[in-house]
């Protein structure tokens, strides 16, 4: 996870880009012949993805765009100590 490209998907992507993109990344995770290494990327990417359209979701919510990426950082490494 890494907000400033949390921060840069938010400000240019739609939430409508975000999920088509997601939706590939996704069915690339199940092609055969992918390779560990390869799935770590695609999931670092996946990560990414999924905060901003979370930060989206939270500033449609009426809560600052900092703050929004905020408690997404949060959330994340809260569930990492777990």
Same mark, same amino acid.
């Given at each position: 996870?890494? !907000?400033? *490209? #949390?921060?840069? +998907?938010?400000?240019?992507?739609?939430?409508?880009?975000?999920?088509?993109? /997601?939706?590939?990344?996704?069915?690339?995770?199940?092609?055969?012949?992918?390779?560990?290494?390869? !799935?770590? *990327? #695609?999931?670092? +990417?996946?990560?990414?993805?999924?905060?901003?359209?979370?930060?989206?979701? /939270?500033?449609?919510?009426?809560?600052?765009?900092?703050?929004?990426?905020?408690?997404?950082?949060?959330?994340?490494?809260?569930?990492?100590?777990?």
């Amino acid at each position: 996870m890494k !907000l400033p *490209i #949390i921060r840069q +998907l938010y400000q240019t992507s739609s939430p409508e880009k975000l999920s088509a993109t /997601l939706d590939v990344l996704e069915s690339v995770t199940e092609a055969r012949g992918i390779k560990e290494e390869e !799935l770590d *990327i #695609i999931g670092e +990417l996946i990560t990414n993805i999924c905060g901003a359209l979370e930060v989206h979701q /939270l500033v449609n919510e009426g809560m600052k765009e900092s703050e929004a990426l905020n408690m997404f950082a949060k959330k994340v490494l809260g569930s990492i100590d777990k």
